[in-house]
């Protein structure tokens, strides 16, 4: 790359760079505090999504962990649900559990098992004659699908962000 193409490309690196630190400041310690629940939901997104208002728990294999995640803007989540095949897959529930509980995500990697940043939500919905109950990884997921015992439907929406630890 000549030095005159390198100028003009280093701010436009360093703009895309700082966005992506931007969209997971915050406090990356796997021991700071963190509600669980209802409260870190309502949390997140009556709070500026940035840092630890993004945080809530998941689960990974069973265990639970604490995620930090943001929404991708809808212009970027249609390109990189177009161009990124190599997003992860987060699972919601929107409806719950009963008794008004939440359903805790599922999420299908973390670092080291194929993570990448990016994930896709799907919700899940149970079909008739199933209670809802909670779900605590990606191949108990999978394998209520192939039962019949859910449904899974994918929606266009992209968040950003990381695994943060292990709940404590």
Same mark, same amino acid.
């Given at each position: 790359? !000549?030095?005159? %193409? +390198?100028? %003009?490309?280093?701010?436009?690196? +360093?703009? *895309?760079? @700082?966005?992506?630190?931007? !969209?997971?400041? &915050? ?8 509600? *669980? ?10 709070? $500026?999504? $940035? ?6 728990? +998941?689960?990974?294999? &069973?265990?639970?962990? #604490?995620? $930090?995640? /943001? ?12 161009? $990124?095949?190599?997003?992860? #897959?987060?699972?919601?529930?929107? @409806? ?30 149970? =079909?008739?004659?199933? =209670?809802?109950?909670?779900?605590? !990884? ?5 394998? %209520?699908? #192939? ?5 899974? *439907?994918? #929606? ?10 292990? /709940? !404590?």
């Amino acid at each position: 790359m !000549s030095a005159s %193409a +390198a100028r %003009a490309v280093a701010p436009l690196a +360093a703009i *895309t760079l @700082a966005i992506m630190l931007a !969209s997971c400041a &915050g406090d990356s310690s796997p021991t700071a505090p963190v509600t *669980t629940g209802a409260a870190s939901l309502s949390q997140a997104s009556s709070e $500026n999504p $940035n840092g630890r208002a993004g945080t809530m728990p +998941a689960f990974y294999d &069973g265990q639970l962990h #604490t995620i $930090n995640f /943001k929404e991708e803007p809808r212009a970027a989540e249609q390109a990189l649900l177009a161009h $990124n095949g190599s997003i992860n #897959t987060i699972y919601m529930s929107d @409806a719950g559990l009963p008794g008004g509980a939440p359903f805790v995500s599922v999420i299908d990697a973390i670092q080291g098992d194929g993570f990448n940043p990016l994930w896709q939500e799907v919700q899940i919905s149970f =079909t008739a004659g199933h =209670t809802p109950r909670q779900l605590t !990884s990606d191949i108990e997921v999978l394998a %209520a699908q #192939t039962s019949g015992e859910i449904v899974l *439907t994918p #929606t266009d929406e992209v968040y950003r962000c990381s695994v943060i630890g292990p /709940k !404590s």
